[in-house]
């Protein structure tokens, strides 16, 4: 049996498809085991999926008013969150209020000044404002991008998603995409090791040249040959 | 059971055989003896006594007329009031061979009480009491009366009319709720159509019985009444009303009947339940 697979933390819009042969006025009342609920009674609600991966189910349940109600399930597999380079990481926005995280996660397990963590491998900046400015994955978190690229992946697959990095730092152990606001650390064997959302920059911070670049991927060359090597 | 004063007052006329007033009653000190009796509830027992001083040569029919004036309950629970009627006849040189007839004939209160038994004769035997039991059903203004025929030679008479264990016997108090047997219509009923609801109640003391609907669902004429129009929902396929039963008394005896309306309506079909991936 296939069912329906959501990310960890996502916004998802359910929706029903109904039928009444009268075209009687139908109320509609939505309940989920786990996750977030938007109510509104109609057709269509907001759903933000739990954080925690397995099965959830969502059930609706339809009266007309006259007859017995109808009611019908869905199972839904809760998979891995998502990394979207520039816009969000494991359920989290940048942008969101910090009310959001805590809403999904709970009170962090780390908190510093405008820096947030949890031993689930997410921490991340609220900018002045309390809005969430950027975010970390790191070890044990299982957030991936679109291409399934999370930690532990190596560098080949992401820079085949991704392309080569704009800007190359630390002995080949830092990759910033600056125009897609994404960043990987990789350990020395080229396996993310971190991955950070930040809003992408159009052009290179200040003092970064294109030259730079690509003195560090010569640097790095011959590491990265190793690495290539061993594919 | 709490009553307010009862008031007492007491008539007595005496006739000849023939029914003719006597405009010479032989009594003497009717006024002491009859005067008005206040509270003898709350004493439960009251007696007035019928002297006849007079040598009595001739058969002398004795109508007493003892009225109660006022009788105020301020518990209405009354039904099963009972008032015990003790007639004794204390004459003294009484005489066998006389002709004693006595009956309450004619006691009203309000409406005509229930009397359990009604005494044709009275007991020639000295002092014992002949008991007559009636029973009130409302507060009110009520009399009791008798008739006592009576040929008596000697001086003194003495008919003794006690009335004891006014209000509370052992059942006094009790006054059963009403009971609801049925609510009565044609089902299935179409729906918008206007159906005759009744209530079938029935009361163990027969107490008045006030009748309430209530219906969520269509719409009543009246929600008071044994029987109510009611109109059914045009959106429903089955609709509940709600009667009361009251006895001015008790709690309310309250029954829900679900009606059954003859609606085809469709019920409302989930296809999918759609989960953007």
Known sequence: ?231 | MKRNVLSLFSRIRFFDVRGRLLLLPPIADASTTFAPIHSFCEKRSALINLHTRHLLSQIVSILFHLLYADVKFTNRNIAREKFVVNLTNRTENFANRCLYLFGLTRVTYGRQLSINQLKKSWSDKFGKPTLFRFRAVDSGTFALGGLVSMKAIGILSVISIAILACGDDESGLQNSPPVIDHVVLNEPVEPGASVELQVVAHDADGDALSYVWEAKEGKLDSSIGRVVKWTAPTNAKSAIVVVGVNDGVNESAVKSKKISINLENSAPVIKSIVVPD
């Open chain 1, 1 to 231: 049996m296939s069912r329906t697979k959501v990310h960890a933390g996502a916004r998802i819009q359910l929706r029903a498809i109904t039928d009444d042969a009268d075209g009687d006025t139908l109320t509609y009342n939505w309940e989920v085991e786990a996750g977030i609920l938007n109510p509104e009674n109609t057709s269509e609600t907001k759903w933000t999926a739990p954080v925690d991966m397995g099965f959830t189910k969502i059930t609706l349940t339809v009266d007309d008013g006259i007859n017995e109600v109808a009611v019908k399930s869905a199972e839904v597999r809760v998979i891995h969150s998502l990394i979207v380079a520039g816009q969000e990481a494991a359920g989290i926005r940048l942008g969101d209020e910090f009310d959001r995280v805590r809403t999904l996660y709970g009170k962090p397990d780390g908190r510093n000044g405008d820096w947030f963590s949890y031993d689930t491998g997410l921490s991340g900046f609220l900018d002045g404002i309390g809005l969430v400015d950027s975010l970390f994955i790191s070890k044990p978190n299982t957030a991936k991008t679109a291409d399934g690229n999370g930690i532990g992946s190596a560098l080949k697959r992401v820079d085949g998603e991704f392309g080569p990095a704009e800007e190359i730092k630390e002995g080949g152990k830092k990759h910033w995409h600056w125009k897609t606001g994404i960043h990987f650390d990789y350990d020395a064997a080229f396996k993310v090791t971190n991955v950070h959302i930040f809003k992408p920059i159009g052009a290179a911070p200040s003092g970064f040249v294109d030259a730079i670049q690509q003195q560090q991927v010569l640097r790095n060359k011959a590491a990265l040959h190793k690495y290539y090597a061993e594919e």
